[in-house]
């Protein structure tokens, strides 16, 4: 607004000098001056104006969004994360897995596997089959059998508070399984149940014994020794049959490794005897600890001999 003004004077006074003489010349040299000092005027007004506006502006946005925003978020994400989830989860799980489950598993199922291998004939609806060795055995001699000499195997029937049972002495000699049966069913046809055998007996054939003892077992028959019977070597295997079992302070029950009288008592004998014997071992549940004794320790001039206070470390046995 003043440079228009300023011009509409300056206009005016033109104006005005035309109808003046050129002897005022010296109003027009001031009007001249004052129009160049308002020139000079308004120049100095622009430069002031245009580099106020231009080096305010871009240097303050330009420096200050760029270099805070990219280094701030880059360094912080990228080094906290991977680091901390690698060395964390690989080392804590591999090692406590693999140690703890392969040697508890191991060592728990191998024993159980050897201790259920005599238990396994008691599967077999019968006793399983007769050793091919068939020697007649004997209480050593100097053990004094009362009845070593004898000859004669008898039964006769018995009963005491616990009710009947069969009573037998005498060796077992060759057809001693078959009389057994035939004064168990004269019994029985005399309404009299048996199921329980007394037997005072120094021996004998060992497949005879094993015979009364596969039928002891198998019919749930009891076995039972009074103080005065003294039931060795193939007597021993019959005693042993028996589902329930009851002794009397002074009874003694023998065991010994069956043997040929004709032949040496060899490292491969021994080896035979074991493994021939073993099936009946097991059908009977009789205790394998107690088997490797008198088959490897005990031969044919040596006894075992268990008692009533000694029986029960090999044997559930009622004592009275």
Known sequence: MKKNTNIIFSILLVGCSSTQSHSESPLNDNLKESVQFEQVAEQEQQPEQQPEQQ?????????????????EQQPEQQPEQQPEQQPEQQPEQQPEQQP????????????????EKLPDYTKLLAP???????PEI??????????????KLIFMLGQDSEGFYLYGEGPIIKGA???FKRYVAHYDNQNIKLD???LHSPGGLVNEGLQIGGYIRQNKWTTDSDQYMKCYSSCGFIFAAGVKKRIQAGAEVGFHRPYDPSKTDTPEFIEMVYEEYKPYWGYIQGSPELYDIF???YGR?????????????????ETY
Do not use: C, W
């Open 100 to 115: 703890e489950q392969q040697p508890e598993q191991q060592p728990e199922q191998q024993p159980e596997k050897k201790s």
């Open 196 to 198: 329980r055998l007394m």
């Open 301 to 317: 001039e040596d006894m075992l001999v268990l008692k009533a206070g000694s029986i029960n470390k090999y044997m559930t046995v």
């Open 177 to 179: 399984f078959n009389k």
């Open 295 to 297: 088959m490897k320790g």
């Open 55 to 71: 080096p305010e502006q871009q240097p303050e946005q330009q420096p200050e969004q760029q270099p805070e925003q990219q280094p």
């Open 128 to 134: 399983p089959a007769l050793p091919i060795v068939t």
């Open 138 to 151: 004997k209480a050593p001699k100097k053990l004094n059998h009362p009845l070593n000499n004898s000859n």
